[in-house]
């Protein structure tokens, strides 16, 4: 914790990066977000309970006492007039610096050992993305990176690795992809699935061939729905890169394309594929997570297949019900999403303070 002054007392602040590391832990403290409702509704940190600061003062009474109590806004303004409130009723109180705009900026990681891989899994908080650094024999691939793509190179670095091949796992309507400008900053091969519209060079993958990286090789299967040119990636039968075909809390919407009963129709073809026979010890390992997943430090976002055939029963429906359902899901479409599908298919571009501004808000990118 640190402290920052204002004009006429001192208000005490925690930094996004220390938030992420409470959150999910004993010490994890009450989240108060003092925005508007709208805002709220909009993007918010998963937990939290929204008092609008014009409500707060009536409200004191309400918030927890005896817990340390972190408050949130846009950007640090309000929440640090809320702290100055809380403090004064006796409440042990931060603000969250730089608000969600600081939040938008974290980045965690969490590593695991899988057969002949070493794994990083990097966790973008707010917007609920993953991208992975698959290592072996001193070599790594890189999974889906985000904007973002120097956090990857801090574990390559770190870790002594090279990044010799970048994969999209499919083409991103929530975020900015970071597949190419990696490549460009690392000398990599680009491998993406041919089934997507994608307008610039790159080196086709297809289902069942294989990768090699260092001492290993990853295996590609095509499982179009969520797009057409999704695809998992297997990990020596251990362990399952699934994109955003398959998540630990859902499954991939097949509506972006405007195509929804077609699209659905691929993706119950395509999970029925990839589950049937599969065992239930094979871990999942997605690109998304939703609000209802409990992150823990250094612990990657990760499933047994049995225990999200569980979570998730939806993939044993028969295909009508299957087809029925995840084709009239009525969830939001990703803000701005049609815009950043032309950047990361390679027919936009745009400055770093334009993604920033295109990648506001959480993933929709799940049926759910």
Request: proline letters at 5%; a negative charge; hydrophobic letters at 45%.
């Amino acid at each position: 914790m640190s402290g920052s002054t204002g004009r006429a007392e001192v208000v005490t602040e925690v930094s996004a990066d220390e938030l992420a590391a409470l959150l999910g832990t004993a010490h994890a403290p009450v989240l108060v977000d003092v925005r508007e409702p709208d805002e709220f509704e909009a993007w918010a940190i998963p937990g939290s309970r929204n008092i609008p600061l014009s409500a707060l003062e009536s409200q004191l009474t309400s918030v927890m006492p005896g817990g340390r109590v972190v408050v949130v806004c846009a950007s640090g303004q309000r929440s640090a007039r809320a702290v100055g409130a809380l403090q004064a009723a006796g409440v042990d109180a931060a603000s969250l610096a730089g608000g969600m705009s600081a939040w938008a900026e974290v980045y965690d990681r969490a590593p695991i050992e899988i057969g002949p891989f070493s794994v990083v899994q990097l966790r973008r908080r707010a917007k609920g993305c993953l991208s992975y650094v698959v290592a072996s024999g001193g070599e790594a691939l890189v999974v889906d990176p985000s904007s973002d793509f120097e956090h990857a190179l801090d574990v390559v670095s770190q870790s002594g690795w090279r990044v010799t091949r970048v994969v999209d796992t499919h083409l991103h309507a929530d975020h900015v992809s970071g597949a190419r400008a990696l490549v460009a900053a690392t000398g990599a091969t680009l491998h993406l699935s041919s089934g997507d519209p994608l307008r610039f060079p790159y080196t086709p993958l297809r289902g069942g061939e294989r990768i090699g990286i260092g001492d290993a090789t990853v295996q590609v299967l095509a499982t179009p729905g969520h797009t057409m040119g999704s695809i998992v990636l297997d990990l020596d039968g251990r362990a399952l890169l699934t994109g955003d075909t398959l998540f630990v809390d859902g499954v991939g919407r097949p509506d972006l394309a405007d195509r929804a009963c077609e699209y659905a129709e691929e993706l119950y073809t395509s999970l029925q594929s990839l589950l049937s026979g599969r065992s239930d010890d094979v871990l999942v390992l997605p690109a998304h997570y939703g609000e209802a997943v409990v992150i823990l430090p250094g612990v990657p976002v990760a499933m047994r297949v049995g225990d999200v055939r569980a979570a998730v029963p939806q993939i044993g429906w028969d295909r009508e019900q299957f087809v029925s359902w995840a084709s009239t899901r009525a969830v939001a479409r990703p803000p701005s999403y049609l815009e950043i599908v032309r950047l990361n298919a390679g027919e936009a571009t745009a400055s770093a303070d334009e993604v920033r501004a295109l990648e506001r808000g959480p993933n929709r990118c799940s049926a759910s």
